[in-house]
């Protein structure tokens, strides 16, 4: 089993910064691709950056140019830096995973449990 724990959100101004970070912790052999999805109350769950195990990203159309993603392989860990906040960056943001763990050739999705960002204006 894996889990992945998310920790750095919280209430920001608009224009503001926060960092998110998330670690996957378990029978990890590999993860694959990792990244931050976030959902605002009643929409749906949407793609905000991921990143694969070679470092290439992939940003939605409204975070490019404010927010970065980054992993560190080793230590199974992933972050994303959100700069000039907006109010529609608001929301849960939950951590995603493609793991390999040790024992079996499948590969397995895992969420965290998520973490809120609230923007103020």
């Known amino acids: 089993q894996v889990q992945l724990v998310e920790s750095g959100g919280g209430l920001v101004q608009a224009g503001g910064s926060l960092r998110l970070s998330c670690a996957a912790s378990g029978r990890i052999f590999s993860i694959n691709d990792m990244g931050w999805y976030r959902q605002a109350p009643g929409k749906q769950r949407e793609l905000v950056a991921t990143?694969?195990?070679?470092?290439?990203?992939t940003y939605a159309d409204s975070v490019k140019g404010r927010f970065t993603i980054s992993r560190d392989i080793a230590k199974n860990t992933a972050s994303l830096q959100k700069n000039n906040l907006e109010a529609e960056d608001a929301g849960v943001y939950y951590c995603?995973?493609?793991?390999?763990?040790?024992?079996?050739?499948?590969?397995?999705?895992?969420w965290g449990q998520g973490t809120q960002v609230t923007v103020s204006s």
């Open positions: 995603n995973a493609d793991v390999y763990e040790w024992g079996s050739q499948l590969r397995q999705n895992y």
């Open positions: 990143t694969t195990a070679a470092g290439t990203t």
